[in-house]
């Protein structure tokens, strides 16, 4: 990895982190595309409900979800941009915030969420505290 994430990008990361995980403990669902973002977000200790949209049907989303505070993390590649589009349709008041500082503090090193513990440990490595 040619450049290093700065110390405040690094603890903006961290407490991005907690405030997802923070949510979800309390409630939250969080939609990601498929099974590999799920993984990636447990191994780094979000806890509560992350379902993985991608073998699911709009409609069954909409009504397994909707009426709950939902939290959009997909990819931010073009399949992950085109769905965040059509889950924007579908839930008006979900939060898109922790998917859009994602994309800015992550988004030169990779488009995907699987990648966030590897990105994360890297970093932890890396960056002087």
């Not at 040619?2 to 997802?20: A, G, I, P, Q, V």
């Not at 939609?31 to 590999?36: A, D, I, N, Y």
């Not at 049907?57 to 059509?86: A, H, P, Q, Y």
């Not at 349709?89 to 503090?105: S, V």
Request: charged residues 35%.
């Amino acid at each position: 990895m040619k450049s290093m994430l700065d110390r405040e990008s690094y603890l903006r990361l961290l407490k991005l982190l907690d405030e997802l995980s923070e949510r979800a403990e309390n409630g939250a669902v969080i939609l990601v595309e498929g099974r590999k973002d799920r993984e990636a977000l447990r191994r780094i200790g979000i806890p509560g409900e992350i379902v993985a949209i991608s073998q699911k049907s709009f409609s069954e989303i909409c009504d397994s979800f909707m009426g709950r505070e939902v939290i959009i993390l997909t990819d931010w590649d073009e399949n992950g941009k085109k769905l965040e589009g059509n889950l924007r349709a579908i839930f008006h008041n979900a939060d898109f915030h922790i998917r859009e500082e994602l994309i800015k503090i992550l988004g030169k090193w990779t488009t995907r969420v699987e990648d966030i513990p590897k990105l994360l440990n890297f970093f932890e490595r890396n960056i002087k505290i």
